[in-house]
């Protein structure tokens, strides 16, 4: 069973037009990260919550933000997507912090494309 | 400077050979993880390893804690192995190495 879901897999987007993704767990972790990852790149941290509390990584653009209305989702807005925000966006959950030495359970990844 | 550093960066072998990919790391960690990548696919985790030694049918992945090393190897390769290779360290985030892309050859 799917315990990490991320929809939709493949995202289509207009220069500027306001985009959303969307995750959602089923391990009732505390802790959900948003990633983007380019095309032979190592996933790069965007931000996490730890239950409600939002930590924005310091070179993350405006342009990005995210929501998380309850323990299981948690959102992707892009507000004004750039041909440069084309990438894979990974969702991954985990019961605690990084530093406290649980496992990060990942989802399937969007694909935004931006035309 | 890297915190994560993986070897090689492109491997290819030909179906039933023993691969081996190193990584090595700055940090101090509580854990390390192995997460493999399919072409255009999501990640999924392998092991998430503190000490010693774990297997999971053919795959095994080791540690040295003191020596900061981590390898994971790939007994009888198969075509369907063929993935990206990530090694991943906890610190104040997840550091990431920038993954060894295997291509098994039948």
């Known amino acids: 069973d799917a315990m990490v879901i991320q929809n939709p897999r493949y995202q289509v987007t207009q220069f500027g037009k306001p985009v959303t993704l969307s995750c959602s767990q089923t391990?009732?972790?505390?802790?959900m990260y948003w990633y983007q990852q380019k095309s032979s790149q190592a996933p790069k941290l965007l931000f996490h919550?730890?239950?409600?509390?939002?930590?924005n990584e310091a070179d993350t653009p405006d342009n990005f933000q995210s929501r998380r209305p309850n323990t299981s989702f948690c959102f992707l807005d892009i507000r004004s997507p750039g041909l440069g925000d084309a990438a894979m966006y990974l969702c991954?959950?985990?019961?605690?912090?990084?530093?406290?030495?649980?496992?990060?359970?990942f989802g399937p990844g969007t694909r935004l494309t931006v035309t | 400077k890297n915190e994560v550093e993986q070897s090689p960066q492109n491997l290819t072998a030909q179906e039933g050979e023993f691969i081996t990919i190193n990584c090595s790391y700055s940090?101090?960690?509580?854990?390390l993880h192995w997460l493999q990548q399919h072409p255009g696919g999501g990640i999924v985790s392998l092991f998430m390893?503190?000490?010693g030694k774990k297997k999971h049918g053919r795959l095994i992945a080791t540690i040295n804690i003191q020596e900061k090393h981590s390898s994971l190897h790939i007994t009888a390769s198969h075509p369907r192995d063929s993935a990206v290779y990530i090694c991943?360290?906890?610190?104040?985030?997840?550091?990431f190495g920038t993954g060894t892309s295997l291509t098994v050859i039948p």
């Open positions: 991954a959950t985990s019961r605690a912090g990084p530093g406290q030495g649980y496992e990060q359970y």
């Open positions: 391990l009732n972790h505390n802790v």
């Open positions: 919550y730890y239950d409600k509390d939002f930590n």
């Open positions: 940090v101090g960690i509580s854990a």
């Open positions: 390893l503190s000490s």
């Open positions: 991943a360290v906890p610190g104040n985030q997840f550091y």
